[in-house]
């Protein structure tokens, strides 16, 4: 798939840009929403056309790829769950650098068939990269020899259908949350050593002591507000915002719902926050005061087309999303009204990213549907390949990379 031309390409991005494109460090990439500066990216493509190279990766998992540089990172795992493994592809080859055994789980938790043991993408910076999978262990590699610098198997927590929360980064913090059958709280880790800065319990009245309605998979989102950082964490009946660098909490609202797991958005002076099965479904608000903020601080909510699974995508004064069964959505961010609904072929657990107007929407079924970002429905192109997608794609410089449920591919024009 390489020729003579494609070689030059590498060569000119080798002596005199790589260093402009932009590393794509955790779920949702640079900007933690979804978005890319990149320019360039591939329309159309098939297992024919523009496939740079595409890599078996073993086992089973749904964690997204993140992008430091020329290194991929993601986790597997076998169906069985008992050993769980931190994987490195060469972003310019495709060859597989790192496959490392993290942990070996002598008796893992229950993981339904549609999740993996390996679900919660990793995060990445300069010489480390942080792998979690829930309370079966997180840890803490050196990216460049594979080597283990930390290690964690003591923070509790009963998934009931196997982990899905992806952690975060926050200046000399590791951020993520437990919200489980038995037990519901966040937790910081100092990066450096692994050793727990701040816990602090949900405390959520979920109004059930049915500890499956507790459950949620949520990733958070650090904005700033009249100065002062807050990080915003969805859960089952409420979100929470935080102080990250304490774990004190700012402010709260009771929205109700469960098994919550879109990365929140702010724009405009507003947060949007998805509820998932049940209670708002989604809502607008703003992040201003303290306490509980559930009867002054919602603008709006809206339940056509929401998505369960996957996170949306705010583009300007629109938000798009396309739920499980394929319904892709465009909504006015300032009123919650949709602007215009197409339904999509198959089923999406796989989250959107958009890069230079276009946003690319993969289904289970390896079809990519690439549709204008604008205030009128357009499809640009589908494409298909082999492999169908649960995680979320990567971008980096002019390509896309996407993760099926069996391979890594690369995919540039």
Partial sequence: MRGLAWMAAVWLVVAGGAEAADNWPGFRGPNGDGTSSATGLPVTWSEQEHVVWKTPIHGKGWSSPVIWGDQIWMTTAPEDGKQLYAVCVDRQSGEIVHDILVFEIAEPQYCIPFNSYASPTPVVEEGRVYVHFGAHGTACLDSKTGEKLWMRQDLPCNHFRGPASSPILYKNLFIVAFDGFDLQYVVALDKETGK???????????????????KAYCTATIIQVNGKPEMIYPSAGATIAYDPLTGEEIWRVRHGGMNASAKPLFGGGRLYINTAAGGFKMFAMRPTGTGDLTDTNVDWKASQGIPTRSSQLLIGPRLYMVSDAGVATCMSAQTGKPVW????????????????????????????????????YKLVATNRLDDGFMASPAIYDKALYLRGKTHLYRIEQ
Wanted: charged share 30%; net charge negative; aromatic share 10%.
């Fill in 196 to 214: 727990t800065v701040w816990r602090r319990d949900r405390n959520i009245d979920y109004g059930t002591e049915d500890g499956d309605a507790k």
């Fill in 341 to 376: 609904q197409q339904r999509l072929e198959g089923e999406f657990s796989s989250s959107p990213v958009c890069a230079d107007g276009k946003i690319y929407f993969c289904n289970q079924d390896g079809v990519t549907f690439v549709v204008a970002a604008e205030p009128k």
